[in-house]
C-alpha cells in the first residue's frame, strides 16, 4: 500500500497553465476510475474539486481539470490565479484500500 | 445539506488509546461510506480505514491494521475511530470524510472539520 507519487512544488505565473501528475501502479491509478483530486489551503479542510478522473464539482472554474493515461494521473490548472496557490493531493481507490498522493504545493509567482 | 462534526481536541500519553468521534446531520452518515484520514504536523494526507455500510465492514490500511477501529451507531448517526498503543508520531488532526460513493471510493463530498490528537508524556 505505497502512496501515490506527486511532485513536491511546482509553480507558475498569473496566467499561466501547470500540471500535476499522480504516479500510481496498475493495483490503483491505472485500474480504477476513482481519481480524486483535492485543494487544500493552510490550516484549512480539504476540498474535492475533481473526481472519478475528469469530473469537476459544482462551482469548481473550468480552469482545472483532471485525466488519466495508464498508471499516471493528472490535474491541470490553466489561467493560473493567486488563489490557487495551496496544496493539491491526488487520492485513488485500491479495492481494499484508498491511497493518497504526498501532496503537491502550487507557488503562483 | 450533510453536516460532519467531530469531537475536540484530545492529549494523550504513549501507549494509550484515543476515540474520535463525528456525528453527522443532515442525512444518515453511514447511508454512504466513511473514512478516517489523517495529517500530522507539516505532512500530507494519511488513509486509516473506511467503512462500508452495505458490507457492514470496516477496511483498515495496512499500516494501522490492529490498532484502528472503524464503527458506526446508526442510532445516534455517529461515526467513531478509536487508533490504540498511541506513540509520538500518530500526533494529527484527524478528519472523518463521507464518501460519495457506497464501496468507499476515495471521493470524499464532506469532511469534518478535523481533531487535534497529541501524543506526549
Known amino acids: 500500500q505505497s502512496a501515490l507519487t506527486q511532485p513536491r512544488s511546482v509553480s507558475g505565473s498569473p496566467g499561466q497553465s501547470v500540471t500535476i501528475s499522480c504516479s500510481g501502479s496498475?493495483?490503483?491509478?491505472?485500474?480504477?476510475?476513482?481519481v480524486s483530486w483535492y485543494q487544500q489551503h493552510p490550516g484549512k479542510v480539504p476540498k474535492l474539486i475533481i473526481r472519478?478522473?475528469?469530473e469537476r464539482l459544482s462551482g469548481v472554474p473550468d480552469r482545472f481539470s483532471g485525466s488519466k493515461s495508464g498508471n499516471t494521473a493528472s490535474l491541470t490548472i490553466s489561467g493560473l490565479q493567486a488563489e490557487d496557490e495551496s496544496e493539491y493531493y491526488c487520492?485513488?481507490?485500491?479495492?481494499?484500500?484508498?491511497?493518497f498522493g504526498g501532496g503537491t504545493k502550487l507557488t503562483v509567482l | 445539506q450533510v453536516q460532519l462534526v467531530q469531537s475536540g481536541a484530545e492529549v494523550k500519553k504513549p501507549g494509550s488509546s484515543v476515540k474520535v468521534s463525528c456525528k453527522g446531520s443532515?442525512?444518515?452518515?453511514?447511508?454512504?461510506?466513511f473514512s478516517w484520514v489523517r495529517q500530522a504536523p507539516g505532512q500530507g494526507l494519511e488513509w486509516l480505514g473506511r467503512?462500508?455500510?452495505?458490507?457492514?465492514?470496516?477496511n483498515y490500511a495496512q499500516k494501522f491494521q490492529g490498532r484502528v477501529t472503524i464503527t458506526a451507531d446508526d442510532s445516534t448517526n455517529t461515526a467513531y475511530m478509536e487508533l490504540s498503543s498511541l506513540r509520538s508520531d500518530d500526533t494529527a488532526v484527524y478528519y472523518c470524510?463521507?464518501?460519495?460513493?457506497?464501496?468507499?471510493?476515495?471521493?470524499?463530498?464532506?469532511w469534518g472539520q478535523g481533531t487535534l490528537v497529541t501524543v506526549s508524556s
Open positions: 496498475s493495483s490503483d491509478v491505472g485500474r480504477y476510475n476513482y
Open positions: 443532515g442525512g444518515a452518515l453511514s447511508s454512504q461510506s
Open positions: 487520492c485513488s481507490y485500491a479495492g481494499s484500500f484508498v491511497v
Open positions: 467503512f462500508i455500510p452495505v458490507f457492514a465492514k470496516a
Open positions: 470524510a463521507r464518501d460519495l460513493y457506497a464501496y468507499g471510493s476515495g471521493t470524499y463530498t464532506y
Open positions: 472519478d478522473v475528469t
